[in-house]
């Protein structure tokens, strides 16, 4: 791999992380304002809708962006086939979704559902449009376009959302902030991003993308639907509260995903496409991967994990303080879930989706047969059945590239060993200090100046080459950035 490629790889993670951390920043002072002015009620009630939304938004968006990004040769006809097809499909579950919203209300017995899904599903057509945007950004890797995209959708959303919380609009809140983000971001990114869609189309484009984008679209399917359904039983099974509360629980370790995770893997998988025929290349980059997303990830989980109950009640208040189990097991599933997604993107880039759809056929059967075991025990069993599927899901994904890339599971946990243990010491000495009789602001700050010190003291003292790497490249680029 030359440098001026790994400078490029570097380059776009820069962006990316530049951008979800700006994203998430605000949307998690936003998150706090809005959980204090609304009722876990509402929250429940979006939660409910944003099971079924997410699964219709896989037809729209996945697998076949993913198409154009592995294809090596994808031209302007290609874009805009797939756009077409894309935008079509749509319109078309658009009428589905309106059409099915009594039942959907019906089925969670919440008849104030039917229209909240209805206009929550305007979504879908604005996803089509975004989705070839991002594909052709991730391509190209024009990272920097995301930044000013999120920024200003993230930005207008939270206004509408805060105002519209203070004047008393209750979830409607926050179907106008969801709406408004994605709005606006595809509107930045149409002024900033040089693709339009443009009347071309090709049946063989089409047939060529869609062959190894509907498997990618399949595994997604059971991935979203797998993902969502301890939701859909949480919702079912039991209250709107205790889905508000398992879906807060979710939301602080998932910002650590969406920061991080999502930022090296979508830099990451144009760039191991770009080496789909180079095994050895595929292994290095895919090992540095994985190092780099376990240093930063499982220090951040353990922590949020050992902080979680003065976090929940300094920020949310009391009337939250039920959710701090959920987030405690969220945060233990995204650890794991951080070194699954890693291998599911290099095994997706060497374009053999087909393993990618065969794993999901093994992983979901255990995974959903887990969650309605767990079902006559109570919600808080439902939830703990996430980590422990997580571990099953990360095991299967590592396996396939030991013979695709001879990366395999013992080579995997050996690299990801060192942040383990070092995370773990960090949590075990964090967390008693929650117990001490401090106003619960110093104890968080304590908390977290006491885990990061551990942290890096322990990268220092066994001169852990991940941090060394990681420290490199930061300052290699806030000094090229102070030159420009």
């Avoid at 006809?77 to 499909?89: A, E, P, R, Y």
């Avoid at 595809?186 to 060529?208: D, E, G, K, N, Y």
């Avoid at 508000?244 to 830099?267: E, Q």
Wanted: charge should be positive; glycine fraction near 4%; charged fraction near 15%.
């Amino acid at each position: 791999m030359s440098q001026n490629h790994q400078d490029k790889i570097f380059s776009g993670l820069f962006w990316k992380f530049a951008e979800r951390i700006l994203a998430q920043g605000i949307s998690f002072v936003v998150s706090i304002l809005l959980a204090r002015l609304l009722a876990p009620e509402a929250y429940g009630i979006v939660a409910m809708v944003m099971v079924f939304i997410n699964i219709a938004n896989i037809f729209v968006t996945g697998g076949f962006s993913q198409a154009l990004i592995q294809k090596k040769d994808a031209d302007e006809t290609d874009f805009s086939t797939i756009f077409h097809c894309s935008f079509v499909l749509s319109l078309l579950i658009y009428g589905i979704c309106w059409l099915a919203a009594p039942y959907i209300a019906a089925f969670y017995n919440t008849p104030e559902l039917t229209t909240v899904f209805r206009v929550f599903s305007l979504k879908l057509p604005i996803s089509a449009y975004n989705s070839i945007q991002h594909a052709y950004v991730s391509r190209h890797m024009l990272f920097k376009r995301f930044f000013y995209s999120t920024l200003f959708g993230t930005l207008v959303s939270a206004a509408v959302g805060v105002v519209m919380a203070f004047m008393g609009f209750g979830v409607w809140a926050l179907v106008a902030q969801y709406l408004v983000n994605s709005a606006i971001d595809t509107l930045v990114l149409a002024i900033t991003v040089p693709w339009r869609p443009r009347m071309l189309f090709s049946t063989a484009s089409a047939r060529s993308l869609m062959r190894f984008g509907w498997k990618c679209l399949a595994a997604n399917l059971i991935g979203t639907i797998y993902s969502n359904i301890r939701s859909l039983v949480i919702g079912k099974f039991y209250t709107a509260e205790d889905l508000a509360y398992y879906s807060k629980g979710k939301h602080f370790p998932d910002l650590i995903m969406d920061n991080v995770v999502t930022s090296i893997t979508s830099v990451l998988f144009p760039a191991l496409s770009q080496h789909s025929d180079d095994p050895a290349a595929l292994k290095a980059l895919t090992q540095k991967s994985i190092r780099c997303t376990a240093y930063v990830v499982f220090p951040m989980m353990a922590g949020m994990l050992a902080v979680a109950r003065p976090m929940i009640l300094l920020l949310l208040t009391e009337k939250w303080a039920d959710c701090v189990i959920y987030l405690q097991m969220v945060c233990i599933y995204n650890a794991l879930r951080a070194l699954s997604q890693t291998n599911l993107q290099a095994i997706t880039a060497m374009g053999r989706s087909d393993i990618v759809l065969k794993l999901e056929f093994i992983k979901k059967p255990v995974s959903i047969s887990l969650i309605f075991l767990a079902l006559p025990f109570g919600v808080e069993a439902v939830a703990a059945s996430l980590p422990v599927s997580g571990a099953f899901t990360m095991a299967m994904n590592m396996l396939p590239n030991r013979k695709l890339m001879g990366y395999g599971f013992r080579e995997q946990i050996a690299d990801v060993a060192a942040p383990l243990w070092m995370s773990a010491v960090m949590a075990a000495v964090v967390l008693p200090i929650q117990r001490l009789p401090l106003p619960l602001i110093l104890v968080l700050v304590l908390q977290i100046t006491a885990g990061a010190a551990i942290y890096v003291g322990l990268s220092l003292i066994t001169k852990d080459e991940t941090f060394y790497l990681l420290k490199k490249q930061l300052l290699g680029k806030l000094v090229s950035k102070k030159r420009a």
